[in-house]
């Protein structure tokens, strides 16, 4: 069994920069990872990912901002957050999914983007 802790939201200014991590309780280089968010009267969606072989996805709304990355070492993969806007304003999840496609969820962690 997975389980993942995030760590690292709270409030930011607009422009500013942020890092989240996700800390698994297993060895998860076999595990394909990812970042998710959702905000107030809006569908989850998916923000970046990670596979096994390390390439990495973005959204749209995130690219050139964002950046995914995994310490397979430590069992935890980071997502950071450069130039921040308000409508990054969301509880952020962190997902694992193995090769079975087996989906673990963490807790969740808010982050807030205002001035």
């Known amino acids: 069994q997975v389980q993942l802790v995030e760590s690292g939201g709270g409030l930011v200014q607009p422009g500013g920069s942020l890092t989240l991590s996700c800390a698994a309780s297993v060895i998860f280089s076999a595990y394909d990872m990812g970042w998710y968010r959702q905000a107030p009267g809006k569908q989850r969606e998916l923000v970046a990912g990670?596979?096994?072989?390390?390439?990495?996805n973005y959204a749209d709304s995130v690219k050139g901002r964002f950046t995914i990355s995994r310490d397979n070492a430590k069992n935890t993969v980071y997502l950071q957050m450069n130039n921040v806007k308000p409508e990054d304003t969301a509880v952020y999840y962190c997902k694992a999914t193995d090769i079975w496609n087996r989906q673990y969820w963490g807790q969740g962690t808010q982050v807030t983007v205002s001035s």
């Open positions: 990670i596979t096994r072989a390390g390439t990495t």
